[in-house]
């Protein structure tokens, strides 16, 4: 079965700090996600990655993936407080979508 | 362009009552998902669909039933709601496996008492 497994649950930064996100997960996968979600909101696409050492990056998020330790990152540079907000993973093998629990991230001044 | 619809937004159901989460996407998206939320916590698979007249149970289908009459729509019913079955709902859709990006509808916020 497919598992997913994010840490840290709970982040807290300060400002202009530098921080990563890891999420494993248990078995080969097709496709990797990285969402958003603020308080009372849906759930807004960061990242799809589709290959082994696939990188990207937006602003001051950038998402890595390695397939062979079933492993992502993603990686936030100089954390602004606009960044404050639920980061999910996701992962697909087939049509099957299974997510992380989610990490509540808080940037302090 | 609408994407995926969700409505009600909001409702609160007695014990034991049942209701219907109704999902219309306007992609032409052959996958569709149904996920609930709880508070402070990730997303649950209850039931997927990879096209019209298929739908496979996720990791919490107890409780809920689908049906995938047309590629648009995707209701989720609750039979018997349970406060256990307080959440958000979310339902989403997916071009294809290939094409990777999964798009959310709003969320319906459900509470059962």
Redesign the interface.
């Known amino acids: 079965e497919l598992k997913v497994e994010?840490n840290p649950l709970f982040l807290s930064m300060q400002e202009g700090k530098n921080y990563t996100i890891y999420c494993n997960y248990s078995t080969t996968s097709?496709?990797l996600?990285w969402y958003r979600q603020d308080p009372g909101?849906?759930?807004e696409?960061l990242f799809?990655l589709?290959s082994n050492g696939a990188v990207k990056q937006e602003g001051r998020l950038m998402a890595s993936l390695d397939t062979k330790a079933r492993l992502s990152t993603l990686h936030i540079t100089a954390a602004v407080h606009d960044l404050s907000a639920t980061y999910?993973c996701?992962v697909?093998k087939?049509?099957?979508?299974?997510?992380?629990?989610?990490t509540?991230l808080t940037v302090k001044p | 362009n609408a994407g995926v619809t969700q409505t009600p937004k909001f409702r609160i159901l007695k014990i034991g009552q049942s209701m219907t989460l109704q999902c219309t996407q306007d992609m032409n998206h052959n996958?569709m998902?149904w996920?609930r939320q709880d508070p402070?916590?990730?997303?649950?698979?209850i039931y997927?669909s990879?096209g019209a007249g298929i739908t496979d149970k996720?990791?919490v289908p107890n409780g809920y039933n689908v049906s995938r009459s047309t590629t648009e729509d995707f209701p989720l019913r609750l039979e018997l709601a349970a406060p256990s079955q307080t959440s958000v709902y979310?339902c989403a859709s997916?071009a294809g496996?290939r094409t990777?990006?999964?798009?959310?509808?709003?969320?319906s916020r459900l509470t059962v008492l």
């Open positions: 994010q097709d496709r996600y909101k849906s759930l696409s799809v589709l999910f996701a697909a087939t049509y099957d979508m299974r997510f992380g629990a989610g509540r | 996958y998902y996920y402070g916590m990730g997303l649950k698979l997927y990879v996720g990791e979310f997916l496996q990777g990006e999964l798009f959310f509808g709003e969320g």
